[in-house]
């Protein structure tokens, strides 16, 4: 029982799991984005529809909610490039209100600057590039699950959700690697997992693929429900330890944690395709794309200071994670 324990929480470092989100904090200040929204729609706005001056103004901890980011993308954007947009969204009639639903994904966690770089706010920049005025919501709470997802949603911790024309969502991954987690605990103790505690694992593991069907079912009801008019896009999950070299020792042999974590991914990227197709919703191949690039776009790897398994993407990986989003916006 010790020793279950210690691999317990040895699997807990591996992985993100949830924290708290959603305040009325974070909803006045959405509430307060819309006011923002409708007068620039109807010519109200001081600041000629940009909304600039409030861009950073839910730029809090992730625990409280939305972080919005409307009119430029950075201060420290090209400014040419910012000119052009600007002279774009001045075009534009009516704002673009855009949700992003998830867990550390969608929050951009470790991202230097998550405003910029994290997935939705690099779509957001090229929707505004291509001459939309994107409002940008992100509920992004590191570590959540669907089961969180669903309780912020019910909840109203997803204020926008409701006055959304797209929802991105990213959920999934702390549903079901976990168990990965757990087997590679084993490996970093050079332990072979037990028979019994292996199936145990895999047990787990399918269970939770049920857990997440019906929440993922639950969840595009709920949205489609409550604002029947949005586009909703979900992501596929890549493989977060595609390039770590490392043995698990199974009752049947061993396996690289690399083939057991694609695995895992694919069987839930499997159960999202076909909810998404139940429900009329559109994918992002997130997984393909990770799959196929030549750049260096994860964090997990081996080297000479030892095994780092962190799960995310760096920069470039958020940057792919946006571009498949995007050219499946881009599609209609």
Not at 88 to 107: F, P, R
Not at 109 to 119: E, I, P, S, T, V
Not at 243 to 264: A, C, F, H, K, R
Not at 306 to 321: F, R, S, V
């Amino acid at each position: 029982m010790q020793l279950k324990i210690i691999l317990l929480l040895a699997a807990f470092a591996i992985c993100v799991f949830p924290v708290g989100c959603g305040s009325k904090e974070s909803i006045d200040r959405d509430k307060t984005a819309v006011s923002q929204i409708e007068d620039s729609e109807t010519g109200n706005d001081k600041s000629n529809g940009d909304l600039r001056d409030n861009e950073n103004a839910a730029d809090t901890d992730n625990n409280s909610g939305a972080e919005q980011s409307t009119g430029n993308w950075s201060e420290e954007a090209d400014n040419s490039q910012q000119d052009t947009t600007d002279k774009e969204k001045g075009d534009t009639e009516e704002t673009m209100i855009y949700v992003a639903l998830g867990d550390s994904l969608t929050h951009g966690y470790g991202l230097a600057d998550k405003q910029k770089d994290r997935f939705s706010a690099v779509i957001a920049h090229k929707l505004r590039t291509d001459g939309y005025m994107c409002s940008e919501f992100n509920y992004g709470v590191d570590g959540l699950t669907s089961d969180g997802l669903l309780e912020m949603l019910n909840a109203g911790q997803c204020s926008m959700t409701s006055r959304a024309d797209l929802i991105t969502i990213d959920i999934g991954a702390n549903d079901v690697l976990h168990t990965a987690a757990m087997l590679a605990a084993y490996a970093l103790y050079d332990m072979a997992a037990p028979e019994d505690e292996y199936e145990s694992i895999q047990t787990e593991l399918d269970n939770s693929l049920d857990q997440y069907r019906s929440n993922f079912e639950t969840l595009i009801d709920n949205i489609k429900r409550e604002n029947p008019d949005a586009r909703i896009i979900c992501t596929t999950i890549y493989n977060p330890y595609k390039n770590l070299d490392m043995t698990i020792q199974v009752p049947d042999g061993e396996v690289s944690l690399s083939e057991y974590t694609d695995t895992v991914v694919t069987r839930l990227n499997n159960v999202m395709k076909e909810v998404a197709a139940d429900k009329g919703i559109e994918v992002a191949d997130s997984y393909t794309a990770f799959e196929l690039t030549n750049k260096t776009v994860l964090n997990a790897k081996n080297d000479a200071t030892g095994t780092n398994m962190d799960i995310h993407p760096n920069k470039d990986g958020y940057a792919l994670m946006a571009e498949a989003f995007y050219q499946v916006i881009k599609s209609k």
